[in-house]
Each structure stands twice: as C-alpha cells, then as structure tokens.
C-alpha cells in the first residue's frame, strides 16, 4: 500500500504502510523485508518533513548493516536526495548515484532518482534544469514502465501536461496534482524558514 500512497502525494499514508509492513517482518525476523521497508518509509516522510527524515534514514543503515541489499540501500540514497531538496549537494548525489546505478547494473531504479532530481529542481523552481530532467524521465519510461513519473514531475512543477502517461489516480489527476504541488510548496517555505 506505501507504494501505492506515495505515489497519489500521499507520504504520509506511505509512511504508515511502510511501518506496518517493517513491523510485521520484524515479528518474523525477516531482516530485509524490515530494511526494505524502513528504507522506503524514510523516503516518504523524507517528502514531508525532512528534520524526522534524518532519524528515519539512519534507522534505515542501521538495520542495513550486515545485509547485502544494493536496490535497498539506493532507496535509502533517495531519501537523503528528498531530504536535501533545495540544497547545493543534491546535484552531485544525484550524479554520483546515477554512475553508481550503472557500475552496479541497477538501472531499472534511474527513473526514480531522476524523479527525486525533479522535486529538487521544482522546489528550487529551476525549469531549465528540470526540463532537462524530463527528457530524461522520458526517454527511460518511454517503455511505458513507470511513465506515471513523468506525470508527477509534471505535477511538482506545475507544468501542463502535454501527454498523460494513462495512470489512474485514487482521486482525479488535479487532486494528486494539487498534493504534489503541495510538497513542493511546502518544501520551498520550510527551506524559506531555515534560512
């Protein structure tokens, strides 16, 4: 359900899902389905509140550690990309991860940290950039697979459609839009407060 919530612009919900399911395999001492999970209940709130983010990413090492979980600990990368959104580092991670994606043959995960580039250039409402990110979106889901994503990043920025990826969202496409937009605002005002 987390995967399912988060992707509707609703972490909040995700984060929830992904505490039961890292509970649950806890009660059956199954390690990496608890890390699995905690690393992806850290990127969602890391979408909302970055300051628990922190806690719940290094949650996440923790019970990575002594585990050989690659696609696992990249999710846990991601978060740290949502969790630094708007901060001069993001670029470089994101380049760095993308080169790691690589070398490691983990190339079905791109799409999702180019869609953590996208929060991070719509929070900074860098449209060249983040244009730049969309072609790239598109080309690696033009096979259809996670083209929803393209979509989101649409949302983010507040950027017209011009083709729908087909998705159907829980709510009609302008409620999911409007929670997108929604992360990215707040984002910018927290970022506002920070400084």
């Known amino acids: 359900m987390g995967d399912l919530y988060w992707l509707q612009g609703q972490p909040e919900r995700a984060a929830a899902a992904y505490l ?12 990496g389905e ?20 922190t ?11 002594g585990l050989n979980l690659r696609a696992t600990t990249i999710n846990v990368h991601r978060a740290e990309l949502i969790r630094n959104a708007g901060s001069d580092s993001v670029d470089d991670q994101i380049a760095t991860l ?16 180019e869609l953590a580039g996208a929060f991070h250039h719509a929070v900074l409402n860098d449209h060249t950039t983040l244009h730049a990110t969309l072609a790239r979106l598109r080309e690696l889901t033009s096979d259809e697979d996670h083209a929803y994503f393209v ?3 649409h949302f983010m920025a507040d950027l017209p459609l011009d083709q729908a990826s087909g ?22 005002t927290y970022l506002d407060v920070s400084r």
């Open 167 to 188: 998705a159907r969202w829980l709510d009609d496409e302008q409620h999911t839009r409007s929670r997108w937009r929604g992360l990215v605002i707040a984002r910018q």
């Open 151 to 153: 979509d989101i990043a």
């Open 55 to 65: 806690a719940e990413i290094d949650l996440a090492y923790q019970l990575l550690a």
């Open 98 to 113: 993308r080169t790691e994606l690589d070398i490691a043959g983990l190339a079905s995960l791109t799409p999702a940290i």
């Open 20 to 31: 039961a399911g890292r509970t649950e395999a806890e009660q059956h001492g199954k390690a």
């Open 34 to 53: 608890a890390a699995h999970n905690q690393a992806l209940r850290a990127f969602a709130i890391a979408l909302y509140d970055p300051d628990q983010a």
